[in-house]
């Protein structure tokens, strides 16, 4: 069963200054509510009952939002008939319960991130999601622990992109194909064109086993200097660990990058 999830929330936000100057790219609100919370409500729909947040020690923001009761209680107090109030706190304490924090204090890569959880990790697989990228209109981190159920296997979430666009994204190769999914035989960060096997992006949500920790801890820095979380998973099919790609229909939003994040209102409004 996949209980856990980890959040990598450490990260610069480059593509969002200025606005991730001040506040962290996760706690952007979209709708009147920051990603990282529908991200949070789509774990809890699939049945996920922690998670663990890689956040830098200097960023203290994110620890606040949901840790902030004297604030909540004081306010309670104050304005007794708030009823909308009292759910927002509700709200939050509910998540409160569910949060453990490990620290990462330069973004140095997801694989890293993953690697500060080490303690935290009790099952023999865990959910990965990066709080950029939003999906709406179906449950894609349930669609894939319905699929890890079924095949014991790894899974990671992907979609089609435009050929042109395969540069941005870590691309997968596959084999047996079906309508919802794929056996995954390679995985490359941000391709070239001519050097992607398919046009199948990862979008963000992995379902990634316990032993990969043994993988990291043994890796080398790969581009940028951060450890990578694409080449850990390289390394583990290369052993023939087996991953399978799940194809996701739902729509998926883009919130990295300005653009994304404009447009991120807008669509979800559309779809709640
Ligand atoms: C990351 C991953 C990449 C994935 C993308 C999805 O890239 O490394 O494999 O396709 O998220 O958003 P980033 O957005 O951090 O450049």
Redesign the pocket.
């Known amino acids: 069963m996949i209980k856990q999830a980890i959040i990598p929330l450490a990260g610069l936000g480059t593509r969002l200054l200025p606005l991730s100057s001040v506040i962290p790219k996760e706690l952007l609100p979209i709708n009147g509510k920051p990603n990282l919370e529908f991200i949070m409500e789509e774990c809890i729909q699939a049945g996920i009952k922690q998670f663990i947040f890689v956040v830098p020690k200097n960023r203290p923001i994110i620890k606040k939002y949901f840790f902030n009761d004297k604030f909540y209680k004081k306010i309670i107090k104050k304005k007794k008939k708030d009823k909308r109030l009292k759910e927002v706190f509700k709200r939050i304490k509910r998540y409160q319960k569910m949060i453990k924090f490990v620290y990462q204090n330069k973004p140095e890569g ?1 694989g890293h991130a993953v690697l500060q959880c080490k303690k935290y990790l009790n099952g023999t697989h865990f959910l990965m999601l ?1 709080a ?2 939003l999906i709406v209109k179906k449950n894609c981190s349930k669609e894939m622990i319905a699929l890890h159920n079924k095949t014991k296997g790894s899974v990671i979430a992907t979609k089609r992109v435009k050929r042109e666009t395969v540069s941005r ?2 691309i997968l190769g596959y084999k047996k194909k079906t309508k919802n999914s794929f056996l995954i035989n390679e995985v490359i ?1 941000k391709p070239k064109l001519r050097e992607a096997p398919s046009n199948y ?4 949500r992995y379902i990634l086993p316990k032993k990969i920790l043994s993988v990291l801890k043994n890796q080398s820095k790969g581009k940028g200097g951060e450890i990578h979380i ?1 080449d850990a998973i390289k390394t583990l099919i290369k052993k023939n660990e087996k991953f399978y790609g799940n194809i996701f229909k739902g729509k998926y939003i ?1 919130c ?1 990058t300005l653009e994304g994040f404009v447009n991120s209102g807008l669509t979800i409004s559309k779809y709640l």
């Open positions: 997801t990066l950029d990228d994204w870590g960060e992006a990862i979008i963000g694409t883009d990295g």
